[in-house]
């Protein structure tokens, strides 16, 4: 079941960057999780094929994208590139 979540969701890399002041602005960020083992179909259609992917859109458009990085500075510019 696809669910959107507003950020940040949960206690890993990502809820680090609390949306309430990082680099001193207040970002309001939306998330699709989708399930890797059953979401197969979701997977393909953003061309992902590992686990722990983030691909960030500003709009329609794709800005960027990351596999398997857990680092909160490489997450937030990735991130940062949606605004």
């Known amino acids: 079941m696809r669910r959107w979540r507003n950020y940040p ?5 990502t809820s680090r960057l609390q949306a309430s ?9 939306s998330r699709l999780v989708v399930d890797f ?3 197969k179909d979701v997977m ?3 061309n992902v094929s590992y686990r722990s ?5 500003k709009g329609p458009n794709e800005v960027g994208r990351s596999t398997g990085d ?7 510019a990735l991130f940062l590139k949606a605004l």
């Open 53 to 57: 992917t983030f691909v960030v859109f």
């Open 37 to 39: 083992d059953t979401e």
């Open 44 to 46: 393909k259609s953003f």
């Open 21 to 29: 002041d990082y680099l001193g602005v207040r970002h309001e960020i």
């Open 70 to 76: 857990t680092q909160q500075d490489s997450i937030a």
């Open 9 to 13: 969701p949960s206690q890993d890399a």
